[in-house]
């Protein structure tokens, strides 16, 4: 799915008496559903026209966004009283098909289809007091229920939550084929992969930047390990460097600068880099030590990375001018990796060995108050959500080989969201699209 989607036009309806239901009810759901799921009903929606799919394909996947966010209970639309697409407007409700299966969010609309046009009014029924708590009309092509479906989800998570959704970004990954490992990007949500690669070597390593139109990754098209660029969209790949050393790890500054390890005989340094080629600088002083996997914090003030220079592998922050590195993964364990910065710069994420494997913790980025979020499987390369209430990683957990996942960053509800047979490495959560 391209990145440079149309803008839909989106009216707020907003009628007299529903500003105060939907103040009070908010309060009412997000203090209810504060200790357990909230459970929704999301029939199929009215469709006003001879032509269908929306009508399916949007609350589909409303159902499918809300389940993975872990804040609700999606109701099986096999147990639902109500007649699939009924019509008529929220008027038309007959509450008590709602209330006898347990529903307190009921998520109904209708759509209409003019010469591959969409135009679907969506509601959000308080079961309980109801009323309608959320209207939204959007406009767009045929072709876009999805994101449709997404943007409404996010407006569902924003009124419980306080804070919108994710849905409708995409995740990057390298994935076996064959003997080769390819970069694929899908939908945050498991959906539309598609293969942006096809080297017959190893792309590995990717990152997202900061406007999502590009990834920088490491590749071994050349038999060396060199990075390049490629657009998401076309994917059209550029290479930025030209060299006989590891170049690998590379994560976006800004538009315009990227910070990567760079491997020359047995020491590893982090350098800063323009996206060109050209004005490439060591951000770590000559120690013999091997220093990699550097990630800029949201300010671009810090960069957190590992290093073996105390003994073993652990995690450090250090000035975006390489000045003062500090220590700050403290657990018990003698390994610990692949570093992420939350959004908000207020958690780092990292992998350490612990329990017999490899498993994920986060910390405050001086490294206080460390937890261990998973402890079955072995777990690689976290990575957060834009809205940073997420991470995506690699992990095993599942059975098999790795497959990409995704969980809230108390540890808790853990979804898979890959099951490829070759396996699926080294996750990376886009931006917001625009």
Request: hydrophobic share 35%; charged share 20%.
């Amino acid at each position: 799915m391209k990145r440079n989607i149309p803008i839909y036009s989106v009216i707020l309806i907003l009628l007299v008496g529903w500003c105060s239901a939907r103040a009070s009810a908010q309060t009412d759901l997000y203090v209810r559903g504060a200790g357990k799921m909230i459970p929704l009903g999301v029939p199929q929606l009215c469709v006003r026209t001879e032509e269908n799919g929306p009508e399916v394909t949007i609350p589909t996947t409303v159902r499918r966004d809300l389940d993975l966010s872990g804040f609700f209970e999606i109701l099986d639309p096999r147990g639902y009283i109500e007649s699939p697409g009924k019509c008529g407007g929220p008027e038309a409700t007959t509450f008590s098909d709602w209330t006898v299966i347990g529903a307190e969010g009921l998520i109904k609309g209708q759509v209409s289809i003019d010469r591959g046009r969409i135009q679907a009014q969506l509601y959000l029924i308080d079961v309980q007091k109801q009323s309608v708590v959320l209207a939204k009309q959007y406009d767009g092509e045929f072709n876009q229920a999805k994101m449709i479906a997404h943007r409404f989800a996010n407006e569902v998570m924003k009124y419980y939550t306080g804070i919108a959704g994710v849905f409708g970004t995409q995740i990057s990954f390298s994935s076996r084929v064959g003997r080769f490992k390819e970069l694929f990007v899908m939908d945050m949500d498991g959906s539309d992969i598609r293969q942006l690669t096809s080297e017959r070597g190893l792309a590995l390593s990717s990152a997202w930047s900061p406007s999502g139109n590009q990834l920088v990754y490491t590749s071994y098209r050349n038999r060396t390990p060199d990075l390049f660029l490629i657009d998401v969209d076309s994917g059209h790949a550029r290479q930025i460097t030209r060299s006989t050393e590891l170049e690998i790890g590379a994560h976006f500054l800004n538009e315009n600068q990227i910070v990567f390890s760079r491997t020359e005989g047995n020491e590893s340094d982090i350098v800063v880099m323009n996206t060109d080629g050209s004005g490439m600088r060591k951000l770590t002083p000559p120690n013999r030590a091997i220093d990699v996997s550097p990630v800029p914090s949201p300010d671009g003030s810090r960069i957190v990375f590992c290093s073996n220079r105390g003994g073993g592998p652990q995690i450090y922050v250090m000035g975006v001018d390489g000045s003062s590195p500090q220590r700050v993964s403290f657990g018990a364990s003698n390994y610990c990796t692949s570093p992420a910065w939350s959004p908000m710069g207020d958690k780092i994420a990292y992998v350490c060995r612990a329990d017999g494997s490899f498993n994920l913790f986060v910390a405050n980025p001086d490294g206080s108050n460390a937890v261990q979020l998973t402890s079955s499987g072995s777990n690689e390369d976290p990575e957060f959500s834009p809205d940073g209430r997420y991470l995506t990683f690699a992990t095993t957990a599942f059975g098999g080989g790795f497959s990409v996942a995704i969980m809230k960053t108390d540890g808790t509800s853990m979804k898979q969201v890959t099951k490829s047979r070759g396996g699926d490495f080294e996750p990376a959560w886009g931006p917001m699209p625009k």
